[in-house]
Structure formats: structure tokens, C-alpha cells
């Protein structure tokens, strides 16, 4: 079985541009989140998908970034547009427990803005 | 003052030797405790988790939880080479709709030397 798929892995993009992450969750997977890592700090929680419907988006940084899930298959995370302050590790999880408990990650998409 | 507080390390033993990775937290409405290990470059992977107080042992790995105290530890007995790598800690608790929402740590970086 597939495990959680994140493109691209690396993306070096300018201030200013937009730039689309995607995330491919485990199949049946209704559950999908994304977090961040900025360099020298700690995972932290950005969004929270129930098949098509965001759950919780309580840790989006502001109105820059913009989530989707058409079809409660495939997440894609844009950010437009970006800002320096936005590079580090992208991570998408998937999860059948509503906990969150036993979510499984992807490699992350490391995201560089110059 | 942050709501999980993690070592960051790093933290060398020799092969061989038992290790002790430890979190402490400050939100009491934390229910979920698990450890995630991630290797260089990969996304975390979880190990084991717990739900309130307790232990939990799985193989080599035991995972204990003490609430009075806001603290939980990992436990590796016998260490390996293999075993070289930044453990997570993460804590979740019931966000509205019944929903958790997970907080990590910054994560302690382990290194076995053979």
C-alpha cells in the first residue's frame, strides 16, 4: 500500500511567487493535516481536513496560505504570495482515527523562499 | 512559555546502552501521547502512543506517561546504530467537534555510536 505522497520535495521559489504543494493521503484516509517546520522550531499544526471539509484551520498563518481538498482525495497547500518568512518542511499526514493518533507523514516538501 | 518543552540534544550513548527521552507540558488537556521518530530527510514515523496515564512496551521501546507531573518518557533498551535519529514527542488534545489536535515537540536528536 502507498504510503502519504508529498510534491515536490524541494521547491526554491522568490519572494513574491506562488507556489502549490500537493499532498496524496493514504487511500480511505478521510483524515488529512498539514503542519510546518521552520528551521529550529517544532512541528507545528496548520490545518485539519475531514474528507472535503477543513476541520480545524486554526494554525494558518494568515491569508496568504490557502488550503484544498477537492473531492476529499488529494490536498493541495498554496501560498501566494510568498514571503521569506514562509520557508522550511511542509509535512502532509493522513489518518483514519478522527484522534490523529496514528497518522502516518509524508517526506515533507522543503520549501526554500530567496 | 511553550505547551510542550523537549530537549533538544543531542543525545550520544554507546550501542548497547538503555536511552531515557523525556517531554514535559503544561496543557492538562492533553489525552494522547505519542513518540515519532524521523530520520534525516523523511517525515515522522510514528512508534507508539498512549492515552492517558500508563505504560506502554513494544519490543524495545516503552512508552510511559505520568499526568500528575505533565511529564512522559521514551525508553529504549538496547540501543542500535539504527536507532540514530531526532525523536518527536506529540501530545493531543479534544479540539471542538471531538476532533484532537496535535502539538509536538521540537524533537531530541539520538545518536548510537557502535
Known amino acids: 500500500e502507498a504510503g502519504v505522497t508529498q510534491f515536490p520535495s524541494h521547491s526554491v521559489i522568490e519572494k513574491g511567487q506562488t507556489v502549490t504543494l500537493r499532498c496524496d493521503p493514504i487511500s480511505g484516509h478521510d483524515n488529512l493535516y498539514w503542519y510546518r517546520r521552520v528551521m529550529g522550531k517544532e512541528i507545528k499544526f496548520l490545518l485539519h481536513?475531514?474528507?472535503?471539509?477543513?476541520?480545524?484551520e486554526s494554525g494558518m498563518p494568515n491569508n496568504r496560505f490557502l488550503a484544498e481538498r477537492t473531492g476529499g482525495t488529494y490536498s493541495t497547500l498554496k501560498v501566494q504570495p510568498a514571503e521569506l518568512e514562509d520557508s522550511g518542511v511542509y509535512f502532509c499526514?493522513?489518518?483514519?482515527?478522527?484522534?490523529?493518533?496514528?497518522?502516518?507523514f509524508g517526506q515533507g516538501t522543503r520549501l526554500t523562499v530567496v | 512559555q511553550k505547551e510542550v518543552e523537549q530537549d533538544p540534544g543531542p543525545l550520544s550513548v554507546p550501542e548497547g546502552a538503555i536511552v531515557s527521552l523525556n517531554c514535559t507540558y503544561s496543557?492538562?488537556?492533553?489525552?494522547?501521547f505519542m513518540w515519532y521518530r524521523q530520520y534525516s530527510r523523511k517525515g515522522p514515523e510514528l512508534l507508539m502512543y498512549t492515552y492517558s496515564s500508563g505504560n506502554k512496551e513494544d519490543g524495545r521501546f516503552t512508552a510511559q506517561v505520568d499526568k500528575s507531573s505533565k511529564y512522559i518518557s521514551l525508553f529504549i533498551r538496547d540501543s542500535q546504530p539504527s536507532d540514530s535519529a531526532t525523536y518527536l514527542c506529540a501530545m493531543s488534545a479534544a479540539s471542538d467537534g471531538g476532533y484532537q489536535k496535535v502539538t509536538f515537540g521540537t524533537g531530541t536528536k539520538l545518536q548510537v555510536i557502535p
Open positions: 481536513f475531514v474528507k472535503e471539509s477543513k476541520q480545524d
Open positions: 496543557n492538562s488537556a492533553f489525552q494522547y
Open positions: 499526514a493522513s489518518s483514519l482515527a478522527r484522534e490523529g493518533t496514528e497518522a502516518f
